[in-house]
C-alpha cells in the first residue's frame, strides 16, 4: 500500500519536489529495486488468460535497465516486521491462500529470483527486513543513485530519490521525487515528515479515522508531532485507534537496516544458463529468450560503437539534435504541469 494519498499531497502542496524524466535519463546511473513490487507490476499488467510465469517480466524488464545502461540492484525482502502481519495476512486471503501456503511460495519464488538474476549477472541483496528499507539506506548512503518503486514509502523510509514508473515502456514517463526538495516545500523536519505519513495511514498501524491529507498536514505544522495532534485533535469526528501502535511505526521508519555494506558487481548473462532454467525447467519457449538475448547483444554492440565514435570525436555522450529538442519538450511539459497545479483548484477532502 505504502502511504495513503503521499502522492496526492505532494502533487498539490510541493510539485517542485518532483520531475518528469525518461528512462534514458538514468543511463549510467545505480537503481534500487524492490523486487516483489517488479515481479506485481507484470502479474497486475499480465491479462489473466496468459499462464505466463511473473519471472518471464523480471527477465524482460532486468535486459531493458541493461539496455539503457542502468545498473539495476535488485532487493529481496526479509522477514517482515510483526506490524505488517495483519496486512500481509489479508493479501494472502484475497488471493486465496493461508498464511503458511503464501509463506512457502513466497521463499520458493525468491530463490527462482536470485537464480534468475545471477544468471543475468545482475547484483541481489536479501533485506534483513523491508527490501523498500534497505532500498532507502541504499541510496542514503550514497551506495545508488534512486531508488525504484511504486510505494511511497521508500520516502517514509529516508530514501533522498525516488523514481515512479521506471518501467521498459519507451514512452511513458519517470516521475523523480527528492526527499530533500520535499521537505523544503512542506517546511518539515524529517521526524515531522515521517509522523505526517502515520497520519496519512501506512501499512505498520492503524491511523486517525476522518483525517484527510490537508488536514493531516495543517495538524503537523502546528502541533510537530502526532503526541501534539492527538492533544489538540476532535476525537468525535477523528477518532484515535485503540491501542495505537503509532511508536511501533515510527521506530520502523526511522531504524536503519543491519546490514553489511554490500559488494555491487555486474557481470555478462549468462545466456545458456537462461535457456536452461527458463526453458527446460520453466515453459518459457527457447526462440524468445534466444531472439530476445539477440537483441539485447545487437543493444550493446550498437551502444559500444557509439561510445567508441564518441571518444574519437571527444564527447562523453552523443549531443543529438533530437535529444535537445526531447529535453526541451520536457521542460516546457513540466512548466505547464507546474502552472496548472498551482492555478488548478483542490478537490475538497478533510
Known amino acids: 500500500m505504502g502511504i495513503t494519498k503521499l502522492a496526492y499531497l505532494i502533487h498539490f502542496d510541493a510539485p517542485d519536489s518532483m520531475r518528469n524524466k525518461e528512462i534514458g535519463d538514468y543511463s549510467g546511473k545505480i537503481i534500487a529495486l524492490d523486487t516483489s513490487i517488479v515481479v506485481n507490476q507484470f502479474r497486475s499488467a499480465l491479462p489473466s488468460h496468459l499462464k505466463l510465469s511473473p519471472l518471464t517480466g523480471l527477465f524482460y524488464r532486468t535486459l531493458t535497465f541493461l539496455e539503457h545502461d542502468i545498473k539495476p540492484v535488485f532487493v529481496l525482502d526479509g522477514r517482515p516486521p510483526n506490524q505488517k502481519r495483519a496486512v500481509l495476512e489479508k493479501?494472502?486471503?484475497?488471493?486465496?491462500?493461508?498464511?503458511?501456503?503464501?509463506?512457502?511460495?513466497?521463499?520458493?519464488?525468491?530463490?527462482?529470483?536470485?537464480?534468475?538474476?545471477?544468471?543475468?549477472?545482475?547484483?541481489?541483496?536479501?533485506?534483513?527486513?523491508?527490501?523498500?528499507?534497505?532500498?532507502?539506506?541504499?541510496?542514503?548512503?550514497?551506495?545508488?543513485?534512486?531508488?525504484?518503486?511504486?510505494?511511497?514509502?521508500?520516502?517514509?523510509?529516508?530514501?533522498?530519490?525516488?523514481?515512479?514508473?521506471?518501467?521498459?515502456?519507451?514512452?511513458?514517463?519517470?516521475?523523480?521525487?527528492?526527499?530533500?526538495?520535499?521537505?523544503?516545500?512542506?517546511?518539515?523536519?524529517?521526524?515531522?515528515?515521517?509522523?505526517?505519513?502515520?497520519?496519512?495511514?501506512?501499512?505498520?498501524?492503524?491511523?486517525?479515522?476522518?483525517?484527510?491529507?490537508?488536514?493531516?498536514?495543517?495538524?503537523i505544522k502546528q502541533h510537530h508531532t502526532i503526541e501534539g495532534v492527538m492533544e489538540h485533535v476532535n476525537r468525535k469526528t477523528h477518532p484515535i485507534p485503540p491501542n495505537w501502535q503509532y511508536k511501533d511505526a515510527r521506530k520502523l521508519f526511522f531504524e536503519t537496516p543491519k546490514i553489511d555494506d554490500p559488494v555491487l558487481a555486474w557481470s555478462e548473462p549468462d545466456e545458456e544458463g537462461l535457456v536452461q532454467f527458463l526453458c527446460k525447467e520453466r515453459p518459457l519457449k527457447e526462440e524468445r529468450v534466444r531472439g530476445r538475448m539477440k537483441k539485447f547483444r545487437e543493444s550493446l554492440l550498437k551502444r559500444r560503437k557509439q561510445r567508441e565514435v564518441d571518444e574519437k570525436m571527444g564527447q562523453t555522450r552523443p549531443s543529438r539534435i533530437e535529444e535537445f529538442f526531447r529535453a526541451t519538450r520536457r521542460r516546457k511539459a513540466e512548466s505547464a504541469a507546474v502552472g496548472a497545479s498551482s492555478g488548478r483548484k483542490r478537490p475538497k477532502m478533510k
Open 91 to 219: 493479501r494472502a486471503q484475497s488471493t486465496g491462500w493461508n498464511s503458511s501456503q503464501s509463506s512457502n511460495t513466497v521463499s520458493n519464488f525468491k530463490q527462482d529470483c536470485l537464480r534468475l538474476l545471477q544468471l543475468m549477472g545482475v547484483p541481489c541483496i536479501k533485506a534483513p527486513g523491508e527490501a523498500e528499507a534497505l532500498c532507502a539506506h541504499l541510496v542514503k548512503s550514497g551506495t545508488v543513485n534512486a531508488v525504484a518503486s511504486e510505494d511511497m514509502d521508500t520516502l517514509a523510509f529516508g530514501g533522498t530519490v525516488l523514481l515512479r514508473q521506471l518501467n521498459a515502456k519507451r514512452d511513458s514517463e519517470v516521475t523523480e521525487y527528492s526527499l530533500p526538495k520535499l521537505l523544503e516545500a512542506l517546511q518539515l523536519t524529517y521526524k515531522q515528515f515521517v509522523d505526517l505519513c502515520i497520519l496519512l495511514g501506512c501499512d505498520y498501524c492503524d491511523k486517525i479515522g476522518g483525517l484527510g491529507p490537508s488536514r493531516a498536514l495543517k495538524l
